[in-house]
């Protein structure tokens, strides 16, 4: 029999000890759903993209299939592709909102895309405000926001976030923007946005693999992570592999998350949700294949959140 090479054999082991640890959580006297304990200390979900070529609702199937509590809402098959977006209509929000709480599962996050800064300072403030509200009907907590790699809208884009912070705070919503290129594709970039800002509802959703993707593999998160002490309210869980890949199930890339874990917690995350945004996922039609990948991400995520190191 052909031997494991070292780095198949070494996430073999991780995924072991990630699912013993995941398993010790759930049954341990302390567990997070007894009501007399404290909370998990992160909330470990899935966004929707991983199933972008199909229905949102086989998505949350999927999510639920895999284990997961908490959904992430971002992509899916349709036009636009974006499970809720600013011209989404109440009535739509609501049966998505409906469709998650039938499969047992809470929002987390929703990536509501552009919402019309582009157009003037008052049009990005109510297409804001709209997505702060469908997070309340959803019963989210955070809004991911892209950001803007277009230097004439930028201004306004961010006077718009200014002005909606108060309105996100009266209703309980925390707003976050990404490294996502563009203007914003570095934890330093992303502080000097958050710092001019100035609102403690304005806050970094970090992504280790879009800080690989963004330098073509030149600047490693975990460098990275060590800039953004003090702002990071949680994080999506991507690898990436060059040239520019990122559809990867996470722990197969490049991205040392036990490393980026530590530099974080060092700089106060340490609570928070961590949601995994990709996977590897075939030919994106196959349900079952994408399934079994985010039961695989799951256990390894439940691991990183337990402090269990894979060995090198």
């Not at 970039?189 to 959703?205: A, D, N, Q």
């Not at 975990?222 to 003090?230: C, L």
Request: with cysteine; charged share 20%.
């Amino acid at each position: 029999m052909k031997s494991l090479s070292p780095h198949v054999a070494s996430r073999r082991a991780w995924l072991q000890r990630a699912a013993a640890a995941a398993a010790a959580l759930t049954l341990a006297p302390s567990c997070a759903t007894s009501a007399t304990t404290r909370p998990a200390r992160y909330l470990i979900g899935c966004y929707t993209r991983p199933w972008d070529q199909l229905d949102y609702r086989v998505a949350l199937d999927g999510i639920a299939e895999a284990g997961f509590q908490y959904v992430g809402l971002m992509t899916a098959r349709g036009r636009p592709s974006l499970v809720v977006h600013v011209d989404s209509t109440p009535e739509e929000v609501a049966a998505v909102a409906a469709a998650v709480k039938a499969r047992g599962l809470k929002v987390i996050s929703i990536y509501g895309g552009d919402f019309r800064a582009e157009q003037s300072v008052a049009a990005g403030v109510a297409g804001l405000k709209r997505l702060v509200d469908y997070c309340v009907t959803c019963g989210c907590p955070h809004l991911l926001l892209g950001g803007t790699g277009d230097a004439k809208v930028f201004p306004a884009y961010y006077q718009a976030v200014r002005e909606v912070c108060p309105y996100a705070e009266q209703k309980q919503v925390t707003l976050t923007i990404k490294p996502h290129g563009g203007l914003n594709a570095t934890g330093p970039e992303c502080r000097k946005i958050i710092e001019s800002v100035g609102h403690r509802r304005f806050r970094l959703w970090y992504d280790p693999g879009n800080i690989f993707y963004y330098s073509d593999g030149k600047l490693d998160p975990v460098e990275d992570a060590g800039t953004v002490n003090g702002l990071v309210a949680g994080m999506s869980v991507k690898d990436f592999l060059p040239p520019k890949e990122v559809m990867l199930t996470p722990g197969t890339g490049r991205v040392n998350f036990p490393e980026v874990m530590r530099r974080l917690q060092r700089g106060g995350f340490t609570a928070g949700p961590l949601v995994i945004e990709c996977l590897a996922r075939g030919n994106g039609q196959d349900a079952r294949f994408i399934v079994a990948e985010a039961k695989k991400a799951r256990a390894f995520v439940e691991g990183l959140a337990a402090g269990v190191p894979p060995r090198s």
